[in-house]
C-alpha cells in the first residue's frame, strides 16, 4: 500500500509505508507546481515488490508532461477530460515516450470529480473500458473513478466498492484512488481491502496544516516569524500522515 501526501500550499511530505520519517524536498514541489500537478506519485512499494531500487519521488501531471517528462521517475498523466479515444492515444503516447527514458506511468481513462466540472456521483470507471484502457496504453497504475472528487473538505464521499473490486478483477497493474481527502477513514480501510493499492491525500492534510497554523496564530497574535508557526503545522500533518498509514494498513482496530 502506498500513501501519497501532497500539502500543496505548505509543503511536500512523501511518507512510504517501509519508512515514517517524511522525505521533503523543496525541488520536487517547486517543479511540480509549475508543472500544474496534483499529488506527488511515489511508486516506491511497486518498485521493492519487483526487486528494482524505488524512484525518488518524482512527477508531473497533466496532458501537457509529455516535454517534462524525462525530468522525472514517475509521471501522472492525466488527460480524462478528453474524449475516450483521444486520451487513450495521447496516454499511450506519452507511456511510450516514458518507458524509453525508464519512467514509471499512472494513467486515468475515467475523470475524477471536482475539476473541470466532472461531478463525483455521476462519473464512474468502466471495468470494460479500464481493461482496454491498460491493455491498450501499458500504464503502470490506473487511477479510477468511483466516488471520490478533488478538493473536498468534508469526509463524507460514498465509494463504490463493488466497482473497486470489480475493477481490481479487470486490471492487472495497481488501483489508485484520488480525491481521498473526502473520505472517511473506515472507507478508506474498505477501499484497500476492495482493491486499491495507492491513495492520493492532499486536500484533507492541507487542512490540518492550516488549522495548527491558524491556532498557534489565534494563541499568539503578536508572531511574524514564520518559522514559529510552520514547525508546529508539519508537525500536525506528519502525525496525521502516521495516522492515515494505521488506517491504510488495518488500523482501526
Known sequence: MILTVTPNAALDVTYGVDNLRPNTSHR????????GGKGVNVPRVLAARAGRRPPRPRAVHGPGARGRATRFTSVMFDASTLPYEQNLKATQEITDHCRAHGVWVEGEPGEVGGKDGAH?????????????FVASTGVDALAVAVGSSHAMTTRDAVLDFALIAELRASVDVPLVLHGSSGVADADLAHAVEAGMTKVNVSTHLNKEFTRAA???LDAHPETVDPRTYVGPARDAVAGEVAHLLKVLHGGLG
Do not use: K, Q, S
Open 214 to 216: 491558524r491556532t498557534h
Open 120 to 132: 463525483a456521483p455521476g462519473v464512474r470507471t468502466d471495468p470494460a473500458e479500464a481493461r482496454d
Open 28 to 35: 520536487v514541489g517547486t517543479a511540480h507546481r509549475r508543472a
